[in-house]
């Protein structure tokens, strides 16, 4: 059974950092690309970043550029998301995927329960 668990979603002030983390088990985890996607309230899902198996990044908002850094450790088979200077409409919840192959498309294989992330003024 493949179980993707996302941590580090917390309440936070806007100017602050955060680092989420995902974690993945019951598959090889070096033999995908991994992904970050979040949703705000009343608001369509939106892809965030990718990073394939080789480390090759692929960033999907213009809004997070040069705030949030994709990373991965596939010794410790763990996915990152570094996130600073968070600002109000960062806010939603952030899910770990899991893409279908190792380098990032469009096809997702498997999706985290989400960690919410929530930036006050």
């Known amino acids: 059974q493949v179980r993707v668990v996302e941590t580090g979603g917390e309440s936070v002030q806007a100017g602050g950092s955060l680092r989420l983390s995902c974690t993945v088990s019951?598959?090889?985890?070096?033999?995908?690309?991994l992904g970050w996607f979040r949703q705000a309230p009343g608001k369509e899902r939106e892809e965030v970043s990718c990073?394939?198996?080789?480390?090759?990044?692929?960033e999907k908002l213009d809004d997070v550029k040069g705030r949030f850094t994709i990373s991965r450790d596939n010794a410790k088979k763990v996915l990152f998301l570094q996130m600073n200077n968070l600002k109000p409409e960062d806010t939603a919840m952030y899910y770990c995927?899991?893409?279908?192959?190792?380098?990032?498309?469009?096809?997702?294989?498997?999706w985290g329960q989400g960690t919410q992330v929530t930036v006050s003024s």
């Open positions: 995927v899991v893409q279908r192959y190792r380098y990032c498309s469009d096809k997702i294989f498997h």
């Open positions: 990073i394939s198996l080789s480390g090759v990044i692929t």
């Open positions: 019951g598959l090889t985890f070096d033999n995908y690309a």
